[in-house]
Nanobody
Framework: QVQLVESGGGLVQPGGSLKLSCTAS????????ISWLRQAPGKEREGISC???????YYADSVKGRFTTSRDNIKNTIYLQIDNLKPEDSGVYYC???????????????????RGQGTQVTVSS
């Protein structure tokens, strides 16, 4: 059974940082492109980043410079480091993948076949 699990969300003040994690307990993430998406209240889910199996990273223009995605194959974990958080970054963050190929999808908004339950990020003073 394919199961992705996100963690690391929370309540943080504007300007703060968070590091989100995406793990899988039943298979290795090493060989797959893994995306991060987020859904703000009342808005559609949007793709924000992806890391492929080679470690190449891709970002939506709206998050470039503040978001960094990476992978630790030893820990079987994909990370999303978010710096200088803004209130508009609030939402539920998901990791997603087709668990098929090594590359990232042609569009970051592709939600993938598999997606975790998400982790809530709230940016507020």
């Amino acid at each position: 059974q394919v199961q992705l699990v996100e963690s690391g969300g929370g309540l943080v003040q504007p300007g703060g940082s968070l590091k989100l994690s995406c793990t899988a307990s039943t298979f290795t993430l090493d060989y797959y492109g893994i995306s991060w998406l987020r859904q703000a209240p009342g808005k559609e889910r949007e793709g924000i980043s992806c890391v492929d199996a080679d470690g190449n990273t891709y970002y939506a223009d709206s998050v470039k410079g503040r978001f960094t995605t990476s992978r630790d194959n030893i820990k079987n974990t994909i990370y999303l480091q978010i710096d200088n958080l803004k209130p508009e970054d609030s939402g539920v963050y998901y990791c997603a993948s087709d668990i098929l190929g090594t590359t990232c999808p042609s569009t970051l908004n592709y939600e993938g076949t598999y997606r975790g339950q998400g982790t809530q990020v709230t940016v507020s003073s």
